[in-house]
């Protein structure tokens, strides 16, 4: 796609579950619009029944970086699909690093996501 710098496939928890995606977005610094926009955005694609799903947000600073979080659980319209998939889940971060935003999540089926979550966090506190 697009904007995708990286894209995975995190391996499903369960059977004939579908796996997740963990994507990462490189921009320069200024580009790729205002974080609390992305955020935004990124938390629109969750629905619980007809309204938005609510997010969890924070923030924090890793290695001099500032880091914004945000956390949703519900039924995931993604850009483009054609029906929303229940029970899904997203893990997502931007940091702002010296000369660059990156953008990065991880957004599947709840279990699977969940059962990555200590790694999800490991990979942010490692980032120099």
Known sequence: MQF??????????????????????????GDGGPVDANLDRWSNQF?????????????STVNGMQVSRVESVGDYMGMGAAAPRPGYMQL????????RTVFMKVVGPQATVESNRAAFEAM???MH
């Open 4 to 29: 995708r710098a990286l894209q995975y496939a995190v391996p499903a928890l369960g059977v004939n579950a579908p796996a997740a995606e963990l994507v990462f977005s490189v921009f320069l610094a």
């Open 47 to 59: 629905r619980a029944g007809n309204a938005a799903a609510e997010s969890k947000r924070s923030q």
């Open 92 to 99: 997502g971060a931007i940091v702002q690093a010296p000369g």
């Open 124 to 126: 942010i506190a490692g």
